[in-house]
């Protein structure tokens, strides 16, 4: 298996928020620490890339001004 990766580290949160405001989305991103992950509870380190994956030069900031929404 490949991983790729973006350059930078975020928390699924912070992704969604870095999209929603992006896209000059105006609702919140609700941070919840005893929430699971499709029934379970994962790590600071589990949806990340493993050492070795190959990272991408582009942040994630970069990239959604280049993007068009869909709408």
């Given at each position: 298996?490949?991983?790729f990766a973006?350059?930078?580290?975020?928390?699924l949160?912070?992704?969604?928020?870095?999209?929603?405001?992006a896209r000059?989305?105006?609702?919140?991103?609700?941070?919840?620490?005893?929430?699971?992950?499709?029934?379970?509870?994962?790590?600071?380190?589990?949806?990340v890339?493993?050492?070795?994956a190959?990272l991408a030069?582009?942040?994630l900031t970069?990239?959604?001004?280049h993007?068009p929404t869909a709408?």
């Amino acid at each position: 298996m490949v991983e790729f990766a973006g350059p930078e580290r975020l928390t699924l949160d912070g992704f969604v928020r870095t999209v929603l405001e992006a896209r000059r989305d105006p609702r919140p991103v609700v941070t919840d620490a005893a929430a699971s992950y499709f029934g379970g509870h994962p790590g600071a380190d589990t949806l990340v890339p493993l050492a070795g994956a190959t990272l991408a030069t582009v942040r994630l900031t970069d990239w959604l001004a280049h993007t068009p929404t869909a709408g």
